[in-house]
């Protein structure tokens, strides 16, 4: 009878590391994969956020200054002034802070608005709410208000600021009355990922809210008509040689009606790649310059050239 013959120890062994080198094959691919994916999806997670958030910034530029070119509102809670503004930084991000025009609700009023009014009638009130702000304007001025409360046609208002500073003869009835927003945009950060954070109410009773995620930078440039030609000029060579004010470092303000807004938001992933390769940095943006410090995170940059419509600088 003639024995069988299995594997010798030695066959036992090749045929093992074999086996264990296909199936790290097969471990590395899928591995590689797996990273991929979450590469892509970090990608596609800034390129979302950077969106969302050009877009926005862009619909309430759009609207900015409702019912007044001239730019001249004053808010009567806080007693700041002006419906664009712009805090520039050649280091940091940008911060913005804009009154504009919030779902295109626009009335007339019915009564007088003047120092220590604290109501007002309006011809309507059914697209208006508590909470809401308005901006009453006579066309060359205005002032934004909060509503604390509506009865049928008629306005609670908040307490007014001091100095309130309104017009000599203050608002008569038959005054524009639009319902608006004042809202600052700015970065700060969550849970340590840099954030673009919105401030409903510009320093009043709201709290900040964090609005997009993994937004690092937000640059802004004020295009002004200087020569009245009706063009925005660039030249971006050095400081004030254009009728862009904050694409380069040193710009004095420039004065003439703002004609545009050019909106840059850089946007990186909020997890760094796998690796140990760190071969990105945030990009120069305006008159902030590169960081020169390298890192792993992916970025997407987004800039945008808004017309100001309502301003007198807009054809």
Same mark, same amino acid.
């Given at each position: 009878?003639?024995?069988?013959?299995?594997?010798?120890?030695?066959?036992?062994?090749?045929?093992?590391?074999?086996?264990?080198?296909?199936?790290?094959?097969?471990?590395?691919?899928?591995?590689?994969?797996?990273?991929?994916?979450?590469?892509?999806?970090?990608?596609?997670?800034? &390129?979302?956020?950077?969106?969302?958030?050009?877009?926005?910034?862009?619909?309430?530029?759009?609207?900015?200054?409702?019912?007044?070119?001239?730019?001249?509102?004053?808010?009567?809670?806080?007693?700041?002034?002006?419906?664009?503004?712009?805090?520039?930084?050649?280091?940091?991000?940008?911060?913005?802070?804009?009154?504009?025009?919030?779902?295109?609700?626009?009335?007339?009023?019915?009564?007088?608005?003047?120092?220590?009014?604290?109501?007002?009638?309006?011809?309507?009130?059914?697209?208006?709410?508590?909470?809401?702000?308005?901006?009453?304007?006579?066309?060359?001025?205005?002032?934004?208000?909060?509503?604390?409360?509506?009865?049928?046609?008629?306005?609670?208002?908040?307490?007014?600021?001091?100095?309130?500073?309104?017009?000599?003869?203050?608002?008569?009835?038959?005054?524009?009355?639009?319902?608006?927003?004042?809202?600052?945009?700015?970065?700060?950060?969550?849970?340590?990922?840099?954030?673009?954070?919105?401030?409903?109410?510009?320093?009043?009773?709201?709290?900040? &809210?964090?609005?997009?995620?993994?937004?690092?930078?937000?640059?802004?440039?004020?295009?002004?008509?200087?020569?009245?030609?009706?063009?925005?000029? &660039?030249?971006?060579?050095?400081?004030?040689?254009? &009728?862009?004010?904050?694409?380069?470092?040193?710009?004095?303000?420039?004065?003439?009606?703002?004609?545009?807004?050019?909106?840059?938001?850089?946007?990186?992933?909020?997890?760094?790649?796998?690796?140990?390769?760190?071969?990105?940095?945030?990009?120069?943006?305006?008159?902030?310059?590169?960081?020169?410090?390298?890192?792993?995170?992916?970025?997407?940059?987004?800039?945008?050239?808004?017309?100001?419509?309502?301003?007198?600088?807009?054809?």
């Amino acid at each position: 009878m003639t024995a069988q013959r299995g594997f010798t120890l030695i066959e036992l062994m090749v045929a093992t590391v074999l086996f264990s080198l296909a199936v790290g094959g097969v471990l590395s691919v899928g591995v590689s994969f797996s990273n991929g994916l979450r590469e892509q999806r970090g990608t596609v997670g800034a &390129e979302a956020a950077a969106r969302i958030t050009l877009v926005a910034i862009a619909d309430a530029l759009r609207q900015v200054s409702p019912g007044v070119p001239s730019g001249n509102i004053r808010d009567a809670g806080t007693c700041t002034t002006g419906a664009l503004t712009v805090t520039n930084s050649a280091t940091g991000p940008d911060q913005l802070d804009v009154i504009y025009g919030a779902g295109g609700v626009v009335t007339s009023s019915r009564t007088a608005y003047g120092a220590g009014t604290t109501s007002l009638t309006v011809a309507d009130a059914s697209q208006l709410a508590a909470g809401d702000a308005i901006v009453i304007s006579n066309g060359s001025q205005g002032h934004l208000v909060k509503i604390t409360a509506v009865n049928g046609a008629t306005l609670t208002l908040a307490a007014q600021c001091s100095p309130i500073n309104l017009p000599s003869a203050g608002y008569p009835a038959g005054s524009l009355v639009i319902r608006a927003q004042h809202a600052v945009f700015s970065i700060g950060a969550t849970d340590g990922v840099p954030t673009m954070m919105m401030d409903p109410d510009a320093g009043g009773a709201a709290a900040v &809210e964090p609005f997009a995620e993994g937004i690092e930078d937000l640059q802004v440039a004020i295009g002004v008509d200087v020569n009245g030609d009706g063009a925005i000029t &660039e030249v971006g060579a050095a400081a004030g040689d254009d &009728e862009w004010q904050g694409n380069m470092a040193g710009d004095a303000a420039l004065s003439g009606p703002i004609r545009a807004v050019r909106i840059t938001v850089i946007a990186r992933s909020t997890k760094p790649l796998a690796g140990p390769v760190a071969g990105f940095n945030r990009p120069a943006a305006e008159d902030r310059p590169a960081d020169t410090a390298l890192d792993k995170f992916r970025r997407r940059v987004l800039r945008q050239v808004v017309e100001t419509r309502n301003l007198s600088g807009s054809p």
